[in-house]
């Protein structure tokens, strides 16, 4: 009989078609990032405020611990709207903010979001600044999007100064829920048309350990069991249910991970 990893090996996340940058373009254009910042469901809110939440508490680990003789530069890899860096401008107001996206129609809408943030429109896995430049990179809900994620990670690096900082998050592929619909013997797909793929947690730990940045903190974000979707309409229910995230952290929906380059 096999045993628990050779089992949870076998579960693997099926791969997705590529998308062009004009894709990105139009669904950008067809869903906001408002939609999950304000979505009249208060489960899916509270995720996105977690999320932010948890990158906005490990930047403060890393300022409050570490003396700066200049002023912080923080770029916001795959930047979207602009909701990471606008929360990120109120909370820390002397960062220097830049952030990057391929997607026009979504660095028009963070320009408006955060007039004073340096936006660039480019690929994330070739991007236009010179190496070691960076104190502290977000990469958040990217890296599940893109073919070559050890490129991405490469690519990070090489812009970031020695002993700075990454944070990334990314969604769980191997949730609660989707462990207990293989054990059941129902098909598991990935629920987000655009992704290309979504981790395990060590899948996603092994990845980063290629790149050598040097895991300082995890964590996860939200929590789903199957058929109770109908729980998140609930403020009450879903705060207990997400709590089901620091008791079995490896299976919450979304992990944000706190790291450091050599």
């Given at each position: 009989?096999?045993?628990?990893?050779?089992?949870?090996?076998?579960?693997?996340?099926?791969?997705?078609?590529?998308?062009?940058?004009?894709?990105?373009?139009?669904?950008?254009?067809?869903?906001?990032?408002?939609?999950?910042?304000?979505?009249?469901?208060?489960?899916?809110?509270?995720?996105?405020e977690?999320?932010?939440?948890?990158?906005?508490?490990?930047?403060?680990?890393?300022?409050?611990n570490?003396?700066?003789?200049?002023?912080?530069?923080?770029?916001?890899?795959?930047?979207?709207?602009?909701?990471?860096?606008?929360?990120?401008?109120?909370?820390?107001?002397?960062?220097?903010?830049?952030?990057?996206?391929?997607?026009?129609?979504?660095?028009?809408?963070?320009?408006?979001?955060?007039?004073?943030?340096?936006?660039?429109?480019?690929?994330?896995?070739?991007?236009?600044?010179?190496?070691?430049?960076?104190?502290?990179?977000?990469?958040?809900?990217?890296?599940?999007?893109?073919?070559?994620?050890?490129?991405?990670?490469?690519?990070?690096?090489?812009?970031?100064?020695?002993?700075?900082?990454?944070?990334?998050?990314?969604?769980?592929?191997?949730?609660?829920?989707?462990?207990?619909?293989?054990?059941?013997?129902?098909?598991?797909?990935?629920?987000?048309?655009?992704?290309?793929?979504?981790?395990?947690?060590?899948e996603?730990i092994?990845?980063?350990?290629?790149?050598?940045?040097?895991?300082?903190?995890?964590?996860?974000?939200?929590?789903?069991?199957?058929?109770?979707?109908?729980?998140?309409?609930?403020k009450?229910?879903?705060?207990?249910?997400?709590?089901?995230?620091?008791?079995?952290?490896?299976?919450?929906?979304?992990?944000?991970?706190?790291?450091?380059?050599?």
């Amino acid at each position: 009989m096999p045993n628990k990893s050779e089992k949870f090996s076998r579960f693997k996340c099926p791969q997705q078609r590529v998308f062009i940058p004009e894709d990105i373009d139009k669904f950008a254009k067809e869903h906001p990032q408002i939609e999950f910042y304000n979505s009249n469901i208060f489960g899916v809110r509270f995720l996105h405020e977690g999320r932010i939440n948890s990158i906005l508490d490990f930047i403060s680990r890393v300022t409050d611990n570490l003396s700066w003789n200049h002023r912080i530069k923080l770029i916001d890899i795959g930047c979207g709207d602009g909701y990471i860096l606008k929360e990120i401008k109120r909370e820390f107001p002397n960062f220097r903010l830049f952030g990057i996206d391929l997607s026009e129609t979504r660095l028009k809408r963070a320009e408006k979001l955060v007039p004073t943030a340096a936006l660039n429109k480019g690929d994330v896995q070739n991007m236009p600044f010179n190496a070691e430049v960076f104190d502290i990179a977000i990469c958040s809900e990217v890296i599940e999007h893109i073919r070559d994620d050890a490129g991405l990670l490469r690519e990070i690096r090489r812009i970031l100064k020695p002993r700075s900082f990454l944070i990334l998050s990314t969604p769980n592929f191997y949730t609660f829920e989707n462990n207990v619909k293989r054990i059941l013997g129902k098909e598991v797909k990935i629920s987000i048309p655009d992704h290309i793929r979504e981790y395990s947690y060590n899948e996603l730990i092994k990845r980063i350990h290629t790149v050598r940045f040097k895991i300082i903190k995890f964590q996860s974000i939200g929590f789903y069991i199957p058929k109770m979707w109908s729980f998140f309409r609930s403020k009450v229910l879903t705060k207990i249910l997400y709590s089901f995230a620091r008791l079995l952290p490896k299976m919450g929906r979304i992990f944000v991970i706190l790291m450091q380059r050599s």
